[in-house]
């Protein structure tokens, strides 16, 4: 990922995250760049763990998470899981999955939940990334 994005529409505005990635370069790199363009980012390699810290957090007076960010094939849970679980938790939080497969899980999770899904594909340059989360935030 490029760590430069010049265009400042990409840039956050302090929205929370949770970042999951079963690859620690992938989930500390990512984390780096979208703090600092503006996300407040909790990032995990297992998602059991952050669906802990979900929980968790999700008992804290006046805590909001915008986004969960998430990989789809990962050891212990699959991200489409995942999202159903932190969506149980916070049904406001907006999704967005990455994936270096192909996406049927992703298909499959629209066609159950009749949400509209947005992804990206792996390897995501910092600017595509930065994009797809305005879009997914509905702040293009």
Known sequence: M????????HFGQGE???????LPAITRATAKILGAIGYQV????DPK????????????E???LDLLITDVIMPGMVGTE????????????KILFITGYDH????????ETGEEVHFVMKPC???????KIRETLGKQ
Do not use: C, N, T, W
């Not at 929370?16 to 079963?22: A, G, H, K, Q, S």
């Not at 340059?125 to 994009?131: E, G, I, S």
């Open 2 to 9: 490029e760590s430069q994005l010049s265009d400042e529409a």
């Open 16 to 22: 929370v995250v949770i970042l999951v990635d079963d």
């Open 42 to 45: 909790e990032s995990f390699i």
């Open 49 to 60: 763990d952050a669906l802990a810290r979900a929980v968790v957090l999700a008992g804290q």
């Open 62 to 64: 006046d805590y909001r």
């Open 82 to 93: 995942l999202a159903k679980h932190i969506r149980s938790i916070f049904p406001d939080v």
């Open 104 to 111: 049927q899980l992703i298909d499959a999770y629209a066609q």
């Open 125 to 131: 340059p910092a600017k595509l990334l930065a994009q």
